[in-house]
């Protein structure tokens, strides 16, 4: 079935999904599981920048202020109408409490509104569910790494209508997103730091400094902090520096959070006999990342999948990807559905 064509079978169903667990606004339409119609995100990055991080009050007003003109929008670059909308698919967790709320009670009212079914979506499940808005997507069973601001976790994903998750590892502090956050703070780099540090990395040397790998060949855990204090230790004695040596100083950085899930993901692979590994999460846009992950991945001979970046980073497509799949398998929520801030994909 093509983009444009009609069908009232549940597989070709249209699905809004919903997204504000943290400081995107995000709404989506996608028919099929796999046929993205459209897709808005509106990033809060501005707001939280000259506070370093999330402000989680002001990111529950923003999302309040913005979530339904959103939506109207996606409806019209999508040249669909709510009452042809077969389900809406709103993230319930994990994430910031009050911006979750926003989402939550805006599905629940739209859904109400129409007659509309509800589903409720995991934010990390959403991740994963990425890939399947790619061509040729792989087939469970695969090892799933979720990098993001958030979390750091790898899965084992096994097929299902929905399908199983089984964690295999995750971070024992920070998550890789948040590394690169509090450092790039420490360096004086704005906010999300991800992206910035990546920016600034070009050109420099990741040898020139050897920062921690936490928790390197133990296990599938994986642990950022001592990279951050190690970072703190420099900048004190060294103080921050500029030109070609921040370059290195940010190459060196990025390669040891680099590093870390490179080997973590790979041995994950290795510990449970998959040959399939899968990566989103916003840290997934990271260059270094995913070419490292693509060359150690081919030498162990594992094939190494990402969605495009624009997938990687919060949207809401792959949150309607990851509620047409739940929505197939017959499950709805219930006008009750509230935010659960702590929900674990397990
Ligand atoms: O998945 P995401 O958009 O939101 C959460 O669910 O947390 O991930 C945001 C995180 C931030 O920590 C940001 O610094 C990081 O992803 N990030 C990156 C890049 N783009 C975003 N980290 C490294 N390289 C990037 N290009
Ligand atoms: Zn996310």
Redesign the pocket.
Known sequence: MRRGECSDSRDEAVVLGIET????TAAALVRGGVDVLASTVHSQTELHAEYGGVVPEIASRDHSARLLPLIDKTLSKGGITLDRVDCIAVTAGP?LIGALLVGVQAAKGLAAATSTPLVAVN?LEG?LAAILLEPDPPRPPFVGLV?????TSIYRVDPGTPLRYALLGRTRDD????A??KV?RLLGLP?????A??AVSIGGDSKAIEFPRGMRGRGLDLSFSGLKTSVRQYVQEYGVPSGPAMADLCASV?EAIVDSLVEKAISATGAVGLDRLVVS???A???R?REKLARVGRDAGVTVRAPR?SL???NAAMIAAAGHVRFMAGETASWGLEPDPGWTLE
Do not use: R
Request: proline share 3%.
């Open positions: 667990s943290c400081d995107e994430g934010h991740h990098v993001s601001g958030g979390h998550a890789a997103g948040e690169f956050d790039a906010y999300p730091g991800g992206k540090m990546e990025q999460g916003g840290v846009a990271n260059k990342l970046m990687c980073t919060d």
